[in-house]
């Protein structure tokens, strides 16, 4: 017996959409290509084709992954559904199946050091689930109060799209990768893909020191207050996800623009900090420099990440 459709449409995600469908037995189902596309599972060779073949199934199978994967779940788990559109058929996923691979990753994040690759697919993963979980509460009190027969019938998609944004928005670059090479470079570290990785924890000092603190006084505090943390004191989204696009981020931009300018035009760590100081007193109006000093250990400073 063919799996019929009987219904579809698409769950738009930001820049991108997932196709999804009911079938006639009322299982939901999203589009196997769409969902791979969603969480960034799509083969991109270096003529900028894509590659054919079921990335997803090639990703579920990885070493490193299966004791995450395939937690309490048997290997037909993810199997995927022949659907049929009249005579089109169609790759599909019955729709937990895309919760069960973020819950994956995200376990796993939390247990292994994942390849850059599987870092991609698992914040991915973290965006997704937050967004479905706020318009899947909405949801359920709307059911709860009879709302849903009230409301318009695109307006939980259109909840989707924001939430998606609004998560999609910490993970967006806003310290330029010339931020980093400048310290390096006066630090005399190698600014390599191993030396970043192994960066001292003191640059999220520092980064409070020349960027934060240098915005109107009291915001550094606020953002701080502002950002949730782990169980752990740790922080669990970066600072500039809460100062504002109107004000907030621009003046962030403009301080960071400074900052570089002034190490790009210095020989050494010592010669950018005293530049720093009399920029910094001639904007406060100090007559005397205060004499910053950031020629700290280390040592001396736990990992500190989560401010840059």
């Not at 000093?293 to 990992?303: Q, R």
Request: hydrophobic share 35%; charged share 30%.
């Amino acid at each position: 017996m063919r799996n019929k459709i009987t219904h579809e449409g698409e769950i738009k995600l930001g820049d991108f959409s997932i196709a999804c469908y009911v079938l006639e037995d009322g299982r939901r189902v999203l589009s196997g290509r769409t969902m791979q596309s969603a969480l960034k599972m799509v083969d991109e060779p270096a003529d900028g084709s894509r590659a054919s073949g079921s990335t997803l199934d090639r990703i579920l199978k990885q070493k490193s992954l299966e004791p995450f994967i395939y937690k309490d779940r048997e290997g037909v788990h993810f199997e995927p559904i022949d659907c049929y559109k009249g005579n089109t058929k169609i790759n599909g996923f019955e729709a937990t199946i895309l919760i069960d691979i973020c819950d994956s990753f995200l376990e796993a994040r939390q247990h292994i050091n994942l390849s850059s690759r599987q870092q991609i697919i698992a914040e991915q993963c973290e965006i997704l689930v937050r967004a479905f979980a706020k318009v899947g509460l909405i949801a359920l009190i709307d059911e709860a109060t009879g709302y849903q027969y009230a409301r318009e019938k695109d307006e939980l998609q259109k909840l989707i799209e924001i939430y998606v944004v609004e998560e999609l928005r910490p993970w967006q670059k806003t310290f330029p990768d010339s931020y980093y090479r400048e310290i390096f470079r006066l630090r005399g570290w190698n600014f390599t893909v191993p030396g970043i990785k192994r960066r001292p924890g003191v640059i999220g000092t520092w980064t409070n020191t020349l960027v934060y603190k240098e915005l109107p006084e009291g915001v550094l505090d606020e953002i701080k207050r502002l950002t949730p943390k782990t169980s752990s004191g740790n922080y669990s989204a970066r600072l500039f996800q809460s100062l504002s696009d109107e004000i907030g981020n621009p003046h962030l931009k403009n301080q960071l623009t400074s900052v570089i300018a002034l190490m790009q035009s210095s020989d050494t760590w010592d010669e950018f900090i005293d530049r720093f100081n009399k920029v910094r007193d001639r904007k406060r109006g100090n007559q005397q420099s205060t004499q910053l000093s950031l020629d700290l250990s280390a040592e001396d400073f736990p990992e500190d990440r989560d401010n840059e």
